[in-house]
């Protein structure tokens, strides 16, 4: 049974900063790219930031210059440090990762329970 257990969430004022965590715990043979998504009330979710393997980045254009998503592989573990939050970041964030459990098996995709993330004064 994989797991994957996010963390940090919280209630920040605009121009604050938070630090979100996920955790992935389980059998697991290799993690391939992780990331984090978000859902806001009303809206669609969508991708935040993903890292790979061998750590590429990639953002949405909103978050560009104000995220940065980093992993560390030996603890199977993704952050996202986000500063100089704005109301509209307001959302549940979503861990995702791409990964395969037993070296024989495809890659599946798994997902956090989400933690609910309100930027407002």
């Known amino acids: 049974q994989v797991q994957l257990v996010e963390s940090g969430g919280g209630l920040v004022q605009p121009g604050g900063s938070l630090r979100l965590s996920c955790a992935a715990s389980?059998?697991?043979?290799?993690?391939?790219?992780m990331g984090w998504y978000r859902q806001g009330p009303g809206k669609q979710r969508e991708l935040v930031a993903v890292?790979?393997?061998?750590?590429?980045?990639n953002y949405v254009d909103s978050v560009k210059g104000r995220f940065t998503i980093s992993r560390d592989n030996a603890k199977k573990k993704v952050y996202l440090q986000m500063n100089s939050l704005k109301p509209e970041d307001t959302a549940v964030y979503y861990c995702?990762?791409?990964?395969?459990?037993?070296?024989?098996?495809?890659?599946?995709?798994?997902w956090g329970q989400g933690t609910q993330v309100t930027v407002s004064s």
């Open positions: 995702n990762a791409n990964l395969v459990r037993y070296y024989f098996e495809n890659e599946r995709a798994y």
């Open positions: 389980g059998s697991i043979f290799r993690i391939n790219d």
């Open positions: 890292i790979t393997w061998g750590e590429d980045t």
